[in-house]
């Protein structure tokens, strides 16, 4: 193919990564520029412009890929509020626990509650999540 064909392609290629950011346009794109540096250089074959395409695309998105799965686990936890982190904590009620629910303060947090009737005030320790309300049960 021509030069210009593999720029054009290059082009429409980064135009849409850029309309629709994905990082999956972004690898066949520098590859038709590749192709398009080479067709300069003298590769007129289309076998080679095909083979050379696939090469540079392939080898950038698996190094890409690799590096993005690194960075993920290697990230720290953004979510400060997990069930998982959630159980066993203990706060005080805020609202009541009147018919089994209320409201209790975990720090700076106050949570829906569901739990025996508990007065204002008292302390509790969370034993179960169940969606976004937190079982309770009294300390003693």
């Not at 990564?17 to 590859?31: D, K, M, S, T, W």
């Not at 720090?107 to 969370?126: N, T």
Request: net charge neutral.
């Amino acid at each position: 193919m021509d030069v210009w064909v593999w720029l054009a392609i290059a082009v429409t290629l980064f135009i849409i990564e850029i309309i629709a950011p994905g990082y999956f346009l972004i690898f066949p794109a520098v590859g038709a520029m590749a192709v398009g540096v080479a067709d300069l250089m003298g590769v007129h074959l289309i076998e080679g412009q095909l083979t050379l395409f696939a090469a540079v695309s392939a080898v950038l998105f698996a190094v890409t890929v690799r590096r993005y799965r690194d960075m993920l686990s290697n990230r720290k936890q953004a979510l400060v509020n997990l069930p998982d982190r959630l159980v066993g904590s203990q706060g005080t009620v805020e609202d009541p626990l009147t018919a089994g629910r209320g409201k209790i303060r975990l720090g700076d947090s106050v949570w829906l509650a569901r739990g025996p009737d508990l007065d204002k005030g008292r302390p509790v320790r969370v034993c179960a999540v169940d969606g976004t309300v937190l079982v309770v049960e009294p300390l003693e």
